[in-house]
C-alpha cells in the first residue's frame, strides 16, 4: 500500500471486525514447578558433581573406620609384641590360599644352603612352613679336596610370622602346669623338647637348631632321604619339671621338654602357638606392625579419630571467630575495619609453627598438650575466614536487596545475619570444609616432626605412624604406606568434597538447570 494514499478507515465495514476469544478466560500460564530451598537446590547441584560425589562417600567410610576399626581390631596401644615389630599384613586364612594378599612375606636375598636349611627346618618342627616360595636358585660348582662340590644361593620369600621359630622363655612352675593343660585341651603344641648341646656342636643361642649339624656354622647333617636327624635331649640326668602333655612325633617318651633355671622352668616354644595361647587368637595383623609392634590397623583407627575429631572442633570454633570477626569488618568498614584488620596481620605475620612450639613448652604444662594445641589453633586459626567474611560482606553490603532491608527498617545484626550472610554461605561453607584437612594437614606435620607429642593422651597419631614408617621404610614399606594411604585420601577427598560445596552453594547457579 502507498503510504501517501488516503485510506478511508470510516468506510471499513463493521462484520470486519470480530472478537477473538469472546468468551474465554485469559490469564498467565502457570509454571510448573515445585518450591525448594536453598540449601536443597545447593544438594540437587552437588549430587551432579560425580566427583564430589564419590569424594563425599569416601570421607564417610574414613570416617566409619576412624570409629569402627579400634573397636574391631583385638589390639590397642598398649599391645606391642617385640617379636613381631615391623610384620607386614598377615591374615592366615587369606595366606593359605595363595594369593599373594596379606601372607605376612618378606624376601631375603642370597641365601646359601646352611640358611636355607634353617628355614626349612622350622616348617620341619613346627609344623609352620616359614618358606612361601623360591623366587630364584643359583648353582655354583667349585673344587673342595680335589672334588666337585654344589653349592646354592637362595632367593627366598618367607612369611615372617612362621619363620620366629621357636625360642627360649622361662616360666613359672604354675605357668609351665598351664601350658600343658592348654596343650591337652587344645592339640596345639607349644613346648617342644629340649636339644642337646653335642648334637648341636654346643650351639645353644638359636633354638631353632633342633637337628643334628656338623660344624659351628649350623650346617645340616642330612640322612639318605635328605631328612633331619633330630638333636633332641633324652638325657635323664638334666633336672626338669614334670610334663605330662602332647610329645612330638617320633617321641617314645624319652624326649626331655624342660630344663629347671632358678626356681623357674626354661623351655623351648613356639612361639607362634605361644601367642595363641597367651591372646586366645593367632596373630593377625591386617596392616601389619610398626617397630613398636603395634598393630597399625587399630593405630590408624586410634589416631584419625583424634584428628578429625579435633579437626572439627578447631574448624567450628574458627568459623564462629572468624565469621563474627569478618562480618563486623565488612560490615561497618572504615575505622573500625582498619584497626581489626591491623590486628590480622599482626597476628598473621607470626609463624605458627613458632606458636605451636611455645605453646607446648610453657603452656601444656596448665593445660595439658591438647589444650595448649587447641590454643595456638585459636590464636590464629580464624584470621583467613575473618578476611573471607570481610571480602564477603564488602561484596554483598551495598546490594540492592541490603538496601531495601534497609529501608525498610531492619537492624544492623538482621542485615547482617539474615541477609548478607546467607548470601556468603556458599563461600564459607566451602572454605569451612577445607579447615578441617588443613588442620589435619598440620596435626600430622606437627606430630611427624615430634613437636607435638600424643602417644600419652591417644595412643598414637598418624603423624606419630609415619614417622615410626620412615626408620624402616625400606624394609617394612607397608609402615609408612597404610597411614600415608590413609592421609592421602583424607586429604584429596575433602578438597574434592569442598570444590563440590563451592559450586552447589554458589547463588548465582541457583535454579540453573544443566
Known amino acids: 500500500m502507498n503510504m501517501n494514499q488516503n485510506v478511508e478507515y470510516e468506510h471499513i465495514p463493521a462484520e470486519k471486525f470480530e472478537f477473538a476469544q469472546l468468551d474465554a478466560k485469559l490469564h498467565d500460564q502457570k509454571f510448573e514447578t515445585k518450591n525448594r530451598s536453598y540449601f536443597a537446590d545447593a544438594l540437587i547441584r552437588f549430587k551432579k558433581n560425580k566427583s ?54 618378606v624376601v631375603h636375598e642370597s641365601q646359601n644352603d646352611i640358611q636355607y636349611n634353617y628355614w626349612r627346618g622350622i616348617g620341619e618342627e613346627t609344623g609352620m612352613n616359614p618358606i612361601i616360595r623360591i623366587l630364584n636358585t643359583t648353582t655354583t660348582v667349585s673344587m673342595y679336596r680335589g672334588q666337585e662340590k654344589e653349592s646354592h644361593s637362595y632367593r627366598l620369600e618367607t612369611n615372617k610370622y612362621y619363620e620366629t621359630g621357636v625360642v627360649y622363655r622361662v616360666f613359672s612352675y604354675d605357668e609351665f602346669e598351664k601350658i600343658q593343660q592348654f596343650q591337652n585341651e587344645t592339640g596345639i603344641q607349644v613346648i617342644y623338647p629340649y636339644v642337646e648341646p653335642e648334637a648341636i656342636q654346643g650351639i645353644s643361642d638359636n633354638p631353632n637348631i633342633w637337628y643334628q649339624i656338623s660344624d659351628t656354622r649350623g650346617t645340616a647333617v642330612l640322612d639318605e632321604n635328605n631328612n633331619f636327624i633330630p638333636a633332641y635331649s633324652t638325657n635323664k640326668a638334666i633336672e626338669g619339671a614334670e610334663y605330662n602333655s602332647l610329645r612330638v612325633e617320633g617321641d617314645d617318651g624319652s624326649y626331655i621338654y624342660s630344663v629347671r633355671r632358678s626356681g623357674a622352668v626354661q623351655c623351648r616354644i613356639c612361639y607362634y602357638n605361644y601367642y595363641i595361647y597367651t591372646n586366645g587368637h593367632e596373630p593377625f595383623y591386617i596392616f601389619g606392625t610398626n617397630t613398636l609392634g603395634q598393630d597399625l590397623f587399630a593405630g590408624i583407627g586410634i589416631g ?32 573500625i575495619d582498619l584497626v581489626m584488620d591491623r ?172
Open 52 to 105: 564430589s560425589v564419590v569424594a563425599a562417600y569416601i570421607i564417610g567410610f574414613l570416617i566409619l573406620f576412624s570409629i569402627f576399626a579400634p573397636m574391631i581390631s583385638p589390639y590397642t596401644m598398649d599391645d606391642r609384641d617385640t617379636v613381631y615389630t615391623n610384620s607386614p599384613p598377615f591374615i592366615e586364612s587369606i595366606a593359605n590360599m595363595g594369593i599373594g594378599l596379606f601372607d605376612g612375606a
Open 304 to 335: 584419625s579419630r583424634f584428628s578429625l575429631i579435633f579437626a572439627v572442633v578447631v574448624s567450628a570454633i574458627n568459623l564462629t571467630i572468624g565469621a563474627i570477626y569478618g562480618a563486623i569488618q565488612g560490615y561497618y568498614g572504615g575505622k
Open 343 to 514: 590486628i590480622s596481620d599482626i597476628l598473621s605475620a607470626v609463624p605458627f609453627i613458632v606458636v605451636a612450639t611455645l605453646f607446648q613448652l610453657h603452656l601444656a604444662q596448665k593445660v595439658g598438650t591438647v589444650g595448649s594445641f587447641l590454643f595456638a589453633f585459636m590464636l590464629t586459626g580464624w584470621i583467613s575466614m575473618a578476611a573471607l567474611t570481610r571480602k564477603q560482606f564488602y561484596r554483598f553490603k551495598n546490594q540492592e536487596f541490603v538496601y531495601a532491608a534497609r529501608t525498610l527498617g531492619a537492624s544492623d545484626k538482621r542485615l547482617m545475619f539474615k541477609h548478607i550472610f546467607p548470601n556468603s554461605l556458599g563461600t564459607i561453607v566451602t572454605s569451612c570444609a577445607l579447615i578441617i584437612p588443613n588442620v589435619v594437614n598440620t596435626e600430622t606435620t606437627l606430630t611427624y616432626l615430634g613437636i607435638v607429642n600424643l602417644m600419652d593422651l591417644v595412643g598414637t597419631s598418624i603423624g606419630t605412624l609415619l614417622s615410626q614408617g620412615q626408620t624402616s621404610m625400606t624394609t617394612s614399606p607397608h609402615a609408612m604406606f597404610f597411614p600415608a594411604l590413609y592421609f592421602a585420601l583424607l586429604l584429596i577427598s575433602f578438597n574434592l568434597f569442598g570444590n563440590g560445596l563451592r559450586d552447589a552453594f554458589n547463588p548465582s547457579t541457583r535454579g540453573v538447570e544443566d
